[in-house]
T-cell receptor, first 111, second 117 residues
Framework: AQSVSQHNHHVILSEAASLELGCNYS??????LFWYVQYPGQHLQLLLK??????LVKGIKGFEAEFIKSKFSFNLRKPSVQWSDTAEYFC?????????FGKGNQVVVIP | ETGVTQTPRHLVMGMTNKKSLKCEQH?????MYWYKQSAKKPLELMFV???????ENNSVPSRFSPECPNSSHLFLHLHTLQPEDSALYLC????????????????FGSGTRLTVV
């Protein structure tokens, strides 16, 4: 079964700072990779996804993620965060038709 | 709204009560899932239904009983729960296994916040 690791559960940064959240997974087969975001009091929303092709994926709200197959990683980045990016971010891996999530990163952006 | 609707949004129940959570989607998806979201833990997959058939039970205690009468509806029946079962229960849907359309991930409902007292 696949597993997903996210580090630095709590991240606090100022507006305009750059954000990078790490995601590593363990699964030997073909995977589909996702980042979901959960804003305070809201539902999980898809931020971006990777299925195939260009390993650098652009998502909504200026987020991007890079799939590095050799490192089993799918790190999320945003060059300049805003206060509205305060949320919890979950990396997810779909291998063998089973979606597994990491523990999430709680990101707080200070105005 | 996400296209996946869960009711109720909040539920408080005693340990001897029986209640049910409901999930409904009209996205044309054929796979539906129950997840449990507890504080400081990864989202835990509980049950998977693919074309109304249960394909996965992730070692969930029998006090949780799922029901999928059709591809659009999913229930989670609860009885004699424990306080540690308090959590956010999320329903999700996706294209089913075997569907040749491209899988664009899961769509989640807003969840039911369950408190067991």
């Amino acid at each position: 079964a696949q597993s997903v690791s996210q580090h630095n559960h709590h991240v606090i940064l100022s507006e305009a700072a750059s954000l990078e959240l790490g995601c590593n997974y363990s699964y030997g087969g073909t995977v589909n990779l996702f980042w979901y975001v959960q804003y305070p009091g809201q539902h999980l929303q898809l931020l971006l996804k990777y299925f195939s092709g260009d390993p650098l994926v652009k998502g909504i709200k200026g987020f991007e993620a890079e799939f590095i197959k050799s490192k089993f990683s799918f790190n999320l980045r945003k060059p300049s965060v805003q206060w509205s990016d305060t949320a919890e971010y979950f990396c997810a891996v779909n291998g063998n038709n089973r979606l597994a999530f990491g523990k999430g990163n709680q990101v707080v952006v200070i105005p | 709204e996400t296209g996946v609707t869960q009711t109720p949004r909040h539920l408080v129940m005693g340990m001897t009560n029986k209640k049910s959570l409901k999930c409904e989607q009209h996205l044309g998806h054929n796979a539906m899932y129950w997840y449990k979201q507890s504080a400081k833990k990864p989202l835990e997959l509980m049950f998977v239904y693919n074309f109304k058939e249960q394909t996965e039970n992730n070692s969930v205690p029998s006090r949780f009983s799922p029901e999928c009468p059709n591809s659009s509806h999913l229930f989670l029946h609860l009885h004699t729960l424990q306080p540690e079962d308090s959590a956010l229960y999320l329903c999700a849907s996706s294209l089913g296994r075997g569907d040749r359309r491209t899988n664009y991930g899961y769509t989640f409902g807003s969840g039911t916040r369950l408190t067991v007292v």
